[in-house]
Structure formats: C-alpha cells, structure tokens
C-alpha cells in the first residue's frame, strides 16, 4: 500500500509570493492533517480536513489556508510569504477524523523563504 | 490547551543499551498517546501508541508505560542498535481532539 505522498519534496520561495503545496493520502483515508515543522516550534498543528470540510484549525494567521477534494487529497495555500514561514510542511492522512486515530505522515515538503 | 513536555532532548548511549524518553501532559481528558521517529529527511514514522485504558504496551524492543494520575507516559527502548537513531517525539490528543500536541522531541544516538 502507497504511503503519504506530498509534492513537491523542495521549494523556494521569496517573500511576498505565495506557495500551494500539495498531500495525496493513504487510499482509503479520508483525513488529512497539516502541520508545520520548525526547529523552534517543532510540531505544530494548522488544519484538519475530513470530507472535503476543515474540522479544526490551529493558532497560524490566516494567510495559512488550505482545501480538500472529493478523492481525499489537499492542498495547502499559503500567501505572502515571510521569512518566518520557512519550515518543513508535513500532512499526515488517517482513515477518519479525529486525531486519536493513527496518523500516518508523509516525507514532508520542505519551504524555504528568501 | 494540552501542552506536552519531554524530556531529554538529548540522549547518547551505547549499542545494547536501553534508552528512556519521559513526555507529561496537561490536559487530564487526554486518552491517546503515540509515539513518533523521524529519520534525517524523512517525516515522523508512527512507532507505538497507547490508549487511556492500558497501562503499558509492548512491540518487540520497545516498550511504552502510561501513568494517567501523575500524566506522564513514557518510551523504552531495549537493546539499543545504531540504526535506533533518531529523533523521537512524544504526542497527546483527547477523544475529541482533532489535533496531536507534540512534544518537543529527544534526539537519541547511538554508538557502536
């Protein structure tokens, strides 16, 4: 079975710009979380979709979105790029919603922001 | 909020060591607790979890304990091999939650 996959694997970036960053779920998982990865911060969590529906959204401004189609996979948005916002992004899928069931992530896309 | 704590953030042992990664939680309605590896440009592999209802769950090497009254879960690893480095990561979530809470991670080595 396929993992988690999420494209692309690199990106750069200057400021002001914006960037979409895309995750294809495990087939069969419904849910697909999004989270930011920082050597500061570490994991932090921006937004849960569960059937095309953002279920919950974490403390990120709103220029952070992101959108859910009917086959599952998601797409992050984020626009106006700033320096701050370069992080690894991973998404992570699970069968349905809710985060105590098992998360499986992906190898993550990796934004830089000049 | 959950907040989620762990500690070391370093560990170094030997090859055949055992390893222990400590992580407490906050929020008393917490009942879902995984356990995360993440290898050098990879992202965090699901390793082992545990529910509120257990109190300790094995998988071959390792091992991970569960104390709800003094919220506090915990990771072992037996017999530690080089291939065991990583950075490890603790997380929470409540029944309702949509969101793990990570800690802050534990970077394990091991030397052979």
């Known amino acids: 079975k396929a993992g988690v996959t999420q494209t692309p694997r690199y990106l750069i970036k200057t400021r002001g710009q914006q960037v979409t960053l895309s995750c294809s779920p495990i087939?069969?998982?419904?849910?697909v979380s999004w989270y930011q990865q920082t050597p500061g911060q570490g994991l932090q969590f921006l937004f849960e979709y569960f059937s095309e529906t953002q279920r919950n959204k974490g403390n990120f401004p709103g220029r952070f979105s992101g959108r859910q189609f009917s086959n599952s996979r998601s797409e992050m948005n984020v626009s106006t790029l700033e320096l701050g916002d370069s992080a690894l992004y991973l998404c992570?899928?699970?069968?349905?919603?809710?985060?105590?069931?098992?998360?499986?992530f992906g190898p993550g896309t990796r934004l830089t922001v000049l | 909020g959950e907040n989620v704590e762990q500690h070391p953030s370093t560990l170094s042992v030997q090859e055949g060591d055992s390893a222990v990664i400590k992580c407490t939680y906050s929020d008393s309605a917490s009942n879902y607790f995984p356990w995360y590896k993440q290898e050098l440009g990879k992202g965090p592999q699901l390793i082992i979890d545990i529910r509120s209802n257990v109190g300790e769950k094995k998988d071959q090497r390792i091992a991970v304990t569960l104390n709800k009254t003094a919220k506090h879960f915990s990771l072992h690893i037996t017999e530690t091999q080089p291939e065991d480095s990583a950075v490890y990561f603790c997380a929470a979530s409540t029944q309702a939650g949509t969101a793990l809470i990570f800690g802050k991670g534990t970077t394990l080595s091991v030397s052979s």
């Open positions: 992570a899928s699970s069968l349905t919603s809710g985060a105590h069931n098992e998360q499986f």
């Open positions: 087939s069969g998982h419904r849910s």
